[in-house]
């Protein structure tokens, strides 16, 4: 629903970027049930680079492209 609403509010041939943690990378399954991006209760639902392309695509938004990346703050709040 969020997506299709963005999609909405976005002028004709605008973006929708969308930022989430990758739940199918390096950290989340080295780090498992420990690892940071969890973030639990703030984040209900998690995504990896399949998903979340096919979500956008079924709310009606064009994926133009996906990327990955991993930060510093991420890695040691999963090794605290």
Request: proline letters at 5%; hydrophobic letters at 40%.
């Amino acid at each position: 629903a969020e997506l299709r609403a963005a999609g909405r509010l976005a002028r004709p041939g605008g973006l929708v970027v969308v930022s989430v943690p990758n739940f199918g990378g390096w950290e989340r399954k080295l780090f498992g049930s420990r690892w940071f991006q969890l973030d639990l209760p703030r984040h209900l639902n998690h995504f990896d680079r399949r998903s979340l392309p096919a979500l956008g695509e079924r709310a009606g938004l064009h994926v133009a492209r996906v990327s990955t990346s991993s930060n510093l703050l991420s890695l040691s709040g999963s090794i605290q």
